[in-house]
């Protein structure tokens, strides 16, 4: 069965700390990975990979993926409260009578960071 | 250019009424889909279009049908409110397969 796991569930820093969130997956024809920001509403794209040992960045935000080992990493560096949210992991394509458009979810990783 | 509007915000059902929650694009995207979020819990597929006159069960479809009678409408219809449905119901959409582009959001009680 197609899934993806995040770790950890939650997570609570302090402002200036570097945090690391974790994704695994298995997935039956893997196609690309994505990483969204959720804060009190809709999800909102930060990153997709879909080559292994490319990282991608955006000021403070990097991603990176291993498609060998079957996980991605979200690091943040210098954290501020801003960055304190739900973050997912979703994979595609997920197999819904051939569509080549469909996410499959983690959980979320929920990060609180404190002043 | 709005990209993917949701109404209501909010609404509060009794157990067994009906209602239709709306979903708008105005970005010519081929896919749309419905997804419900429950506490602490991903987002999981309820319904997906790929195209107008085109829709299929995701997941989570049980008690719930849509319909793409147009490319930027993707109604969803809960015939027979149950408290299982209690939830908040993300409206997204896509070019093509990678990123999805959400809307705000409707929660939904029933009671």
């Known amino acids: 069965e197609d899934k993806v796991v995040q770790s950890p569930l939650s997570l609570v820093v302090h402002e200036g700390d570097t945090v690391t969130l974790n994704c695994s997956y298995e997935?039956?024809?893997?196609?690309?990975l994505l990483w969204y920001k959720q804060e009190k509403k809709a999800p909102t794209f930060l990153f997709m990979l879909?080559?292994?040992?490319i990282e991608k960045k955006s000021g403070r935000l990097s991603s990176i993926l291993d498609k060998k080992e079957l996980f991605s990493i979200l690091n943040i560096t210098a954290t501020q409260t801003g960055d304190s949210a739900v973050y997912l992991c979703?994979?595609?394509?997920?197999?819904?009578?051939?569509?080549?458009?469909?996410?499959?979810f983690g959980k979320g990783t929920k990060l609180s960071v404190k002043p | 250019n709005a990209g993917v509007t949701q109404t209501p915000k909010f609404r509060i059902l009794k157990i067994g009424q009906s209602m239709t929650l709306q979903c708008t694009q105005d970005?010519?995207?081929?896919?749309m889909y419905w997804y419900r979020q429950d506490p602490g819990m991903g987002l999981k597929l309820i319904y997906y279009?790929?195209?107008?006159?085109?829709?299929d069960k995701g997941e989570v479809p049980n008690g719930y049908n849509v319909s793409r009678s147009t490319t930027e409408d993707f109604p969803l219809r809960l015939e027979l409110a149950a408290p299982s449905q209690t939830s908040v119901y993300f409206c997204?959409?896509?070019?093509?397969?990678?990123?999805?582009?959400f809307g705000p959001g409707t929660r939904l009680t029933v009671t």
């Open positions: 997204a959409s896509s070019l093509t397969s990678g990123e999805q582009y």
């Open positions: 997935v039956t024809n893997f196609r690309s």
């Open positions: 970005m010519n995207h081929n896919y």
């Open positions: 979703a994979v595609g394509p997920r197999n819904y009578g051939g569509s080549q458009g469909n996410l499959i």
């Open positions: 279009s790929v195209g107008a006159g085109i829709t």
């Open positions: 879909t080559s292994s040992g």
